[in-house]
C-alpha cells in the first residue's frame, strides 16, 4: 500500500482548491489526474515583472515588453458599438499617457477595478498603436495597498485550450502545498558531491525560477529531480529483474541436432554477431535461473534466424517454442520464413492469429495442448485463456515495445515451469533508451548486415517534384521493378491516414492501372493479407500504404521506397522504411519527398539519413534532437515516460542511477533499515508500486 506521508499528493485535483469538474477534466488531460503530476508539471519560461519605467521613458520601449506601471485612472471611453473596444485613458504625472484597452468588456467591472481618480498598479504587454501606448487585457490590476501580492517573477507553464494561466497557476500552487517533507533517499556523499538541494528545496525551487538559467535542465533543483526520477525507474528495473532471476528456471540444453541440420540447410553462413548471440542466449537456457534477454538487430540482421535456432534449443530439450508478434502481417511474415525451415528439419510448426475460428482452431489448441506441434507462432491470440502448451520452455516477443509493459509476463506464465523469453526489436535503440525500457534484461546485439543485402541509394526531394518521381517510377515498373509508396503520417489517426493513402493510391491507378495495391490499418485483415500476397507474388508492381508495412514485411522483388512528406515521420520510423527494399538483387532507391520549406531540425534529420544506414547511430541522432518520447511513440505502453528526467542531457545521470539501484538491489533487496525505508517512498512517488511487491518478497 502507498505510505501515508504521500496521500496528499496523490489526493485528486479536483480536491485543489478553485478546481472545478471542468477545469479538473482539462487539467488532467494535461498534466494528469493527481495533485503530484501538477508538481511534475514544470515551467518551460518565465515572466519577469520587476522592470518598472515611468510613462515618459515607454517611448523607446520595444512592443511586447512586459511592464509594471504605477498608474493614475484619467477618464473611461465605453465601447461606441460590440467591434470597438472599451479604453481607459491613464497617466502617471511624469507628462507621459497610456490606455488600457478591453475587448468584449463588461462597464460595471472595469469602473469599479479602474475608479476614475485612483492609482493602481497595472503590469501586462506593452504595445504601439496609432502613435499611442497601450495594454491590451493587462495581466494584473491592483489597488496600491494590493502592490505586494504582484508575483514579480511568473513562471509560465505548458497550456492547453479552455484553461487559463492563472486557473492553471493557482492548482499548481495549491498542489505544492500538499507536498510533504520526505525522508531523504539519495546516498549522503553523493548529494554532498553535487550540491544538490534536498527534494522538498528542488521541487519548489524548480516552481519559482527568476531567470531562464534557471530552467534549464542542468539547475541544480533540476538535476536533483531526475536522478530521483530516473533512480526509481532503475530500482525498479533491478528489483524485477532480480525476482524474475531468483525464479527458479529450468536447465534447456538441447544435443545440437537440429540446429545444425538448419544450419547446413542455410543458404548463407551465420554472422559472427549472431554466432555470439546464439552462445549468450543458450548459456542462458542450459543455466538453472530464468532467461531474460533483449536481442536488438537493425532491420535484416538476421535476428529470426537467431530466434528460431534458439527456440529449436528448447524442442531438442523436449519442449515447446512459441514466438508473438504484434500484428498479423508480421506473424504471417515470420511464419513465412520459419516453417518451410522448419519443414525441411522436420519439426512441426503452427500459426495461430484471431482470425481462426472454429474445428480449425480447435485442431491447433489440441496440437498446442499435446505436444504435437513443437513451435508456435502467433499474435496476441497466444494469450487467450484456452491456449494451453503441453511443455512451453521459451517464448519469443517480437518488437515488445508494441505490447503492453506486462503482456510479455502473461505467455511466460503459460509453461509448466519457468519459461525462458527472448524479446526481439528491430527498432534500433539509443542505449540510454535500453536502460530505461529494457533494463530488466540481459542484451544481444547483432551489428553486421547479412551477406546479400545491398545498399540503399537515399535521396532528398521536394514533393513540387512527384510528377518527375512518378516518371521514373513508369520506368522502374516497366523494367520489372517494384515500389512502395508510403503515404503521409497525418497524425496519430488511422481514419486519416488511411484517407491519405486511399487518395494517392486512387491517383496512382489512374497512371499505372490496376497493378497498384493498397494496404492501411483500417482495413480487415484479410483485405490487408491479400494486397500483401498480391504484392510479394508480383500481382501487383506497386503497394500504396501506411506505415503499417514499418516492420517486418520481407519482399526481395521490391527495390523502391517512395515515402511522402518525410519531415513528419521520426529518424528511425524512416530508417525503418527504407530497409524494407535492398533486400534483393537489385540496386534499391529510397526517394524522401519532403514539403518545403523545411525547418532546421529536419533537415538535419533527413541529411543524417543520406549520410549512414547504421540504425544505432541513427536512433542516438533521433533522441538527439527529438527527446525521448519520440523516438519509439509516447502512446506505446512499454515506455516509461519521464516527467522530470531529459535523456539527451541528463544520459550521464541514468549510469550513476543504474549502478547506484544495482547496489541497493544487491545489498539490500528487501529495502530494510533507515534509506531502505526512503527508497521504498520514492518507488511509490514515483508510481513504481510493482517493483515494492517485489522488494518485499526478498
Known amino acids: 500500500m502507498r505510505p501515508e506521508i504521500l ?45 518598472r519605467p515611468t510613462l515618459a521613458e515607454l517611448t ?46 463588461r462597464p460595471d467591472y472595469l469602473l469599479r477595478v479602474l475608479p476614475e481618480g485612483a492609482i493602481r498598479v497595472v503590469s501586462g504587454r506593452l504595445e504601439h498603436y496609432r502613435d499611442t501606448l497601450q495594454i491590451t487585457h493587462p495581466d494584473y490590476i491592483l489597488a496600491e495597498e494590493e502592490a505586494a501580492a504582484l508575483p514579480e517573477v511568473e513562471p509560465v507553464y505548458p497550456m492547453t485550450a479552455g484553461l487559463s494561466p492563472k486557473t492553471l497557476g493557482k492548482a499548481i ?19 554532498r558531491k553535487n550540491n544538490w538541494p534536498g527534494w522538498y528545496e528542488s521541487l519548489l525551487a524548480v516552481h519559482k525560477p527568476t531567470t531562464g538559467d534557471d530552467l534549464t535542465a542542468t539547475h541544480p533543483a533540476r538535476m536533483r529531480l531526475a536522478y530521483d526520477e530516473l533512480l526509481a525507474n532503475q530500482l525498479a528495473l533491478m528489483l524485477t529483474r532480480r525476482a524474475m532471476r531468483r525464479q527458479t528456471g529450468q536447465k534447456i540444453a538441447g544435443d545440437g541436432r537440429l540446429r545444425d541440420r538448419l544450419i547446413a540447410a542455410l543458404p548463407f553462413r551465420l554472422t559472427p554477431s549472431q554466432i555470439v548471440a546464439l552462445a549468450e542466449i543458450s548459456g542462458d537456457m542450459a543455466s538453472a535461473g530464468r532467461m531474460l534477454r533483449l536481442l536488438q538487430g537493425d532491420v535484416g540482421s538476421g535476428k529470426t534466424i537467431v530466434a528460431l535456432l534458439s527456440m529449436l534449443i528448447a524442442v531438442e530439450n523436449g519442449g515447446q517454442a512459441a514466438m508473438m508478434a504484434p500484428t498479423e502481417i ?37 496440437g498446442f495442448a499435446d505436444g504435437d506441434i513443437p513451435i508456435i507462432m502467433g499474435t496476441h491470440a497466444l494469450f487467450q485463456d484456452d491456449v494451453v502448451f503441453h511443455d512451453l520452455q521459451m517464448a519469443v516477443i517480437d518488437e515488445q515495445h508494441r505490447f503492453g509493459v506486462h503482456q510479455r509476463l502473461l505467455l ?13 526489436s528491430a527498432t534500433p535503440i539509443p542505449r540510454t533508451l535500453t536502460l530505461t525500457v529494457y533494463g530488466d534484461m540481459d542484451t544481444s546485439r547483432l551489428l553486421e548486415k547479412p551477406p546479400g543485402r545491398t545498399p540503399v541509394d537515399t535521396r532528398v526531394l521536394p514533393l513540387a517534384r512527384t510528377d518527375d518521381v512518378i516518371s521514373g517510377l513508369r520506368r522502374a515498373i516497366d523494367g520489372g521493378a517494384q515500389a512502395f509508396w508510403i503515404c503521409p503520417l497525418v497524425e496519430e489517426s488511422e481514419l486519416i491516414d488511411a484517407a491519405a493513402a486511399q487518395e494517392r493510391h486512387a ?34 508492381s506497386i503497394l500504396v ?49 519532403y514539403q518545403a520549406p523545411l525547418g532546421e531540425m529536419a533537415k538535419a534529420r533527413l541529411r543524417i539519413l543520406r549520410e549512414t544506414d547504421d540504425g544505432f547511430r541513427i536512433a542516438e541522432e533521433d533522441l538527439r534532437l527529438r527527446g525521448a518520447g519520440e523516438v519509439l511513440g509516447v502512446k506505446q505502453s512499454g515506455i516509461p515516460e519521464f516527467r522530470l528526467a531529459d535523456l539527451t542531457t541528463h544520459g550521464a545521470l541514468l549510469d550513476v542511477a543504474r549502478d547506484d539501484a544495482r547496489m541497493i538491489a544487491g545489498q539490500n533487496p528487501e529495502l530494510k533499515g533507515e534509506r531502505g525505508e526512503a527508497l521504498r517512498i520514492l518507488l511509490y512517488l514515483f508510481e513504481r508500486d510493482a517493483a515494492v511487491k517485489y522488494a518485499r518478497a526478498g
Request: proline share 5%; aromatic share 6%; hydrophobic share 40%.
Open 7 to 51: 496521500f496528499p499528493l496523490f489526493a485528486p485535483v479536483s480536491s485543489l482548491s478553485g478546481v472545478g469538474p471542468k477545469n479538473a477534466k482539462l487539467i488532467s488531460q494535461l498534466a494528469g489526474p493527481h495533485a503530484v503530476d501538477l508538481c511534475w508539471h514544470l515551467p518551460g519560461g518565465v515572466i519577469d515583472r520587476r522592470f
Open 60 to 105: 523607446q520601449i520595444h512592443d511586447g515588453t512586459i511592464v509594471t506601471l504605477t498608474l493614475r485612472v484619467w477618464t473611461h471611453e465605453p465601447s461606441a458599438s460590440k467591434r470597438t473596444p472599451y479604453r481607459v485613458r491613464c497617466t502617471d504625472g511624469s507628462g507621459g499617457e497610456i490606455t488600457l484597452v478591453f475587448f468584449h468588456a
Open 173 to 191: 500552487r495549491g498542489a505544492l502545498s500538499h507536498a510533504p517533507r520526505l525522508p531523504e533517499w539519495q546516498d549522503g556523499p553523493w548529494l
Open 330 to 366: 508480421l506473424a504471417r511474415q515470420h511464419y513465412a520464413v520459419i516453417a518451410p525451415l522448419c519443414e525441411a528439419i522436420g519439426v512441426k510448426t503452427a500459426l495461430l492469429t484471431g482470425r481462426d475460428k472454429g474445428k480449425a482452431r480447435e485442431a491447433l489448441l489440441a
Open 412 to 424: 511466460s506464465e503459460k509453461g509448466v515451469r519457468t519459461v525462458d523469453t527472448l524479446v526481439m
Open 507 to 540: 491517383a496512382l491507378r489512374e497512371i499505372f492501372g490496376d497493378c497498384v495495391g493498397l494496404v492501411h490499418g483500417r482495413m480487415k485483415a484479410a483485405e490487408k493479407d491479400k494486397a500483401m500476397d498480391d504484392f510479394v507474388n508480383q500481382r501487383t
Open 545 to 593: 500504404a501506411t506505415t503499417v508495412i514499418e516492420v517486418g514485411v520481407d519482399v526481395p522483388n521490391a527495390s523502391i521506397m517512395i515515402i511522402e512528406h518525410a519531415q513528419r515521420f521520426g529518424l528511425a520510423q524512416l530508417h525503418q522504411l527504407r530497409g524494407r527494399v535492398g533486400r534483393g538483387a537489385r540496386a534499391s532507391t529510397c526517394m524522401l519527398l
